[in-house]
């Protein structure tokens, strides 16, 4: 009778030993488990991720190379020089642009210029507008006053590189009630010049192209 209690319990305790070693045995595998499926998975995402940030530089690359054809094409640029009556101003546009220019007038002055073709839609916001107007300075820098007090624009003070002895005004912001983009006004003796950009998707070619090489005769 002895002999079997001994027996019983040598079994009891082979028995505990074998029982952790099989939840050992499971955790392992379950561990290895978990550690592939979440590898696998990092693994799968950082391919998806590196594929999507390739796929953008390769996008950007395009964008760069499309952006930098279309100022190539842009060049050599068109000059055209104004009347005399009118300050003799000069202005250069891209090669790509067209002009429409109305100076039948006695006192006034307006030169249109848009990608392609010029519209005759009055809702047409022009990549850059010249006029000369025949009322003075001050009073058309009167007009836009109430839109740079209520924020809706802002105005610094601007000369043209080309002609750095005469300083003029430089709205940004809403430069009509259905437009924003930007106005400089200069003063012409009795006259005042304004050259403007309708829509700020050309204000790049208003700052660097048209802006840079305009010239007048004060």
Do not use: C, H
């Amino acid at each position: 009778m002895k002999k079997q209690l001994d027996q019983r319990g040598e079994i009891n305790a082979m028995v505990i030993p074998l029982v952790i070693s099989i939840v050992l045995l499971f955790a392992a595998i379950g561990f290895g488990v978990w550690a592939f499926v979440s590898r696998s998975d990092y693994k799968n995402n950082s391919d998806k991720k590196a594929e999507a940030a390739a796929q953008i530089a390769v996008q950007k690359a395009e964008t760069a190379k499309d952006n930098e054809f279309l100022e190539r094409e842009k060049q050599p640029y068109k000059d055209y020089t104004g009347p005399v009556q009118f300050g003799n101003f000069g202005i250069k546009y891209p090669k790509t642009w067209s002009a429409y220019v109305n100076d039948t007038q006695t006192n006034t002055l307006t030169m249109l210029l848009q990608p392609d073709a010029v519209s005759a839609n009055i809702k047409t916001t022009y990549a850059a507008k010249v006029e000369v107007l025949s009322q003075p300075y001050d009073q058309l820098l009167a007009q836009v006053d109430n839109d740079v007090k209520t924020g809706k624009a802002t105005a610094v003070a601007y000369q043209f590189p080309k002609v750095p002895t005469v300083t003029g005004l430089r709205v940004d912001g809403q430069i009509a009630p259905d437009k924003r983009g930007a106005i400089v006004f200069m003063p012409l003796r009795d006259k005042t010049i304004k050259v403007s950009t309708e829509t700020v998707d050309r204000i790049n070619d208003f700052n660097n192209v048209i802006l840079p090489n305009f010239t007048f005769s004060p």
